[in-house]
Each structure stands twice: as C-alpha cells, then as structure tokens.
C-alpha cells in the first residue's frame, strides 16, 4: 500500500492536509456489514481515522482481520468484550466531529465520489 495521489479533478489538486488520508486500512475478511459493502465489495482501503471511529464505537459483535502499517491484525469484539487494541480506544470528541474520510479506491483510478 502505497500513499495514494491520484484525483479525479482537472482543476483542483489532492490536498493533503495531515497524514490521516495517506494512513490506510486494509480489509482482509470480516462479518461487519459495513466493511463488507463499503470496502471488501468495493475494493476500497479505509482511512485508519475512519476506521478507528467505526472499530470504537462498535455495538455489535463482529471481527475484523486487516492489514495496517505492513501487520495483517485481527480485532474479535464478543458478547460486549473486546482484545486490547489501539484502535478500540476512544476517539478525540473534536476530532471525531471535525473529521471525516470517504473510501480509497485501491486503483489508479479515482472516481467521482460527489
């Protein structure tokens, strides 16, 4: 995985404003309807921001194996109780509100998402 550059504006550049949209996520296999649609069908990387928020806010059981930072890793939350993982911590309040990171496409290509 490497830092994805490619827009599909003419007129405007990717803009990089941190390093949350070049941190991604790979979704190897999971039960998680959400991931399954939305990254795993789609081909898609998450961000680890967003990835984070929708791991820690988790209210159903589900588990996850996924490829982060060269790791392939594995989240498992049961009957209410979790593994310790970085990413089952709790958001930033602000930064939660204040963020948000659509889908990465795992091709060159990146099409229109508006």
Known sequence: ??????????????????????????????????????YLQKENYITAFEFHRLISSA??????????????QRIDL?????????????QNLFMRKLLFFRPVPKSDLSPCQH
Do not use: C, W
């Open 59 to 72: 209210d159903e059981e589900f588990f996850v194996e996924f490829r982060h930072e060269g790791k392939v």
């Open 78 to 90: 049961v009957n209410s109780k979790t593994d310790s993982h970085p990413f089952l911590e709790k």
């Open 1 to 38: 995985m490497g830092q994805v550059r490619v827009n599909n504006h003419f007129f405007m550049p990717a803009l990089r404003i941190a390093g949350f949209q070049d941190d991604l996520v790979e979704i190897l296999d999971t039960d998680n309807r959400d991931l399954v649609e939305n």
